[in-house]
């Protein structure tokens, strides 16, 4: 689910508006710590003034790194942000891919009707289903889940598609598909467990 992106302007106000507060913040963190410095150490006037320029030193390296380092993770974020969308668009496309893979239901005769219907639980799955004719009166059906999500599960997917298509051609026996799909799986993922 995406969020609507903020304003420019309202970005930048806020931006500048915790700038401001840190700012406060590290100044008079740097107030204290230097009021606690002369009253601890009882400094010369000459140290004092080293002590009160190594402190403004020292805010002013904080301020400098917190800049950059905000900066840096904005550019981060940024990349993250870019990369999830080109992800979620491949994900999309991948998903309508999936879906124009299935078949349409076949048309009603011989005294009965056909119907399916596939929603996966995330945009893509192991989930399918396929219709092959053998011959006028008789038909191959399957149904499958591959285990496990992801990017793996549909493209075995598409892989036993493709299989079961092809030998549902070579035999009209259905225990022999069923033996050449399970051999075929087997050496296409060397075993694994799908």
Request: proline share 5%; aromatic share 6%.
């Amino acid at each position: 689910m995406m969020t609507p992106a903020l304003p420019e302007t309202s970005g930048k106000r806020k931006h500048i508006f915790i700038a401001l507060v840190s700012a406060v913040v590290v100044s008079l963190a740097a107030n204290g710590i230097e009021l606690i410095v002369i009253r601890l150490v009882r400094p010369s006037e000459q140290a004092l003034t080293w002590v009160s320029d190594l402190v403004i030193a020292v805010v002013l390296a904080a301020a400098i790194y917190l800049r950059l380092d905000l900066q840096a993770t904005r550019m981060r974020l940024s990349r993250v942000e870019q990369e999830q969308i080109v992800v979620d668009t491949e994900l999309s496309l991948a998903a309508e891919i999936q879906s124009s893979r299935l078949p349409k239901a076949p048309a009603a005769g011989l005294g009965f009707s056909w119907a399916a219907r596939l929603r996966q639980a995330r945009k893509i799955g192991g989930d399918f289903y396929d219709f092959v004719p053998v011959d006028p009166r008789r038909w191959f059906v399957i149904l499958g889940d591959v285990s496990g999500k992801g990017v793996p599960a549909p493209l075995l997917v598409a892989s036993v598609q493709t299989l079961f298509r092809g030998l549902s051609q070579t035999t009209d026996d259905p225990a022999e598909v069923l033996r050449a799909l399970s051999k075929g799986i087997h050496d296409e993922t060397q075993g694994a467990m799908f």
